[in-house]
């Protein structure tokens, strides 16, 4: 059986005027590493309809970053919220909750999301997100705009906890590298997969990962060593990670904990031959 999970949850704050200016912070043509210390209070952004809300962007769609998808951790304190949070209709979205508790409301069917708390949000649906509990509540917010095809519905909304879903070890590790899928993914409703990632200290992806998927990651838990195209970069939980589509990728898990990680790939859907029409 899994551990309970301790989820890594940015603070803010502002680093002292004795702190050294060397960081961790990396943007190439190929991949990005924001680490944790750079999510402070002066990056963060406030949205329209979002009320007692900060959010850290830590992804979207530019020109030689993320393409596919945009990705915020959201921080609402007591009493904040929103009756009107997503304002483009063709976008679907994924929460993952790694602090306090929300109150979401899909076409008027109300849910508790607590930590490890997990929801789909198809294009269209109609929902609204608020924190009545006493204490900061704190989540991952993924976007992308949905892929449609003729003659396959859009997926439906749905609700989880990580905690009811057993991880699926990758093979011929002795479920070491282990994934937990929210989605099946041979269901192509879906274009996107956000998933957890899960390696036991020691545990390795043992070969140079090349694919057409673009991916954001997020550390959970834990430390490695990733390989991210020709460098080797140490992440640590609270970190993130965009790779470029066919960005070589491989990594070892340091311990002395687990290492997990939030994924994010595009998924199920032709190549676009004309991305600019």
């Known amino acids: ?56 962007v830590i992804a979207r769609p530019l020109s030689g970053f993320a393409e596919t998808f945009s990705q915020y951790i959201v921080e609402v304190s007591p009493g904040g919220g929103s009756a009107q949070p997503e304002p483009d209709p063709e976008a679907e979205g994924v929460l993952f909750v790694v602090s306090g508790e929300i109150a979401l409301t899909i076409a008027g069917t109300a849910h508790r999301l607590g930590k490890g708390g997990y929801a789909f949000l198809p294009p269209g649906c109609k929902w609204t997100l608020t924190n ?24 439906d909304a749905f609700v989880t906890n990580e905690a ?16 937990t899928r929210f989605v099946d993914p041979l269901d192509v409703r879906h ?19 090349t694919h057409v998927m673009e991916h954001g990651l997020y550390v ?11 460098d080797w970069v140490e992440v640590e939980a609270g970190d993130f990670m965009w790779l470029r ?13 687990r290492f997990r990680y939030l994924l994010y790939k595009d998924s199920n859907r032709h190549m676009k031959l004309r991305p600019f029409r």
């Open 1 to 56: 059986m899994m551990d309970k999970p301790n989820y890594f949850v940015p603070q803010g704050g502002h680093p002292p005027q004795t702190d050294l200016l060397t960081g961790r912070a990396v943007f190439t043509e190929a991949y990005a590493v924001i680490p944790k210390g750079v999510m402070r209070d002066i990056v963060t952004s406030v949205l329209p309809f979002w009320d007692k809300t900060r959010t850290w």
């Open 132 to 155: 009545d509990g006493a204490a900061p509540a704190t989540f991952h917010w993924i976007r992308k705009a949905y892929e449609a095809i003729p003659g396959i519905p859009a997926p």
């Open 164 to 179: 009811a879903i057993a991880p699926v070890g990758m093979p011929g590790t002795d479920g070491r590298w282990a994934t």
């Open 191 to 209: 274009d996107m997969h956000v998933n957890i990632v899960t390696f036991e200290p020691g545990a390795v992806i043992p070969f140079l990962e």
């Open 220 to 230: 959970l838990e834990g430390k490695a060593v990733y390989k991210l195209n020709r």
């Open 245 to 257: 589509a066919f960005c070589p990728q491989a990594c070892y898990a340091g311990g002395p904990g």
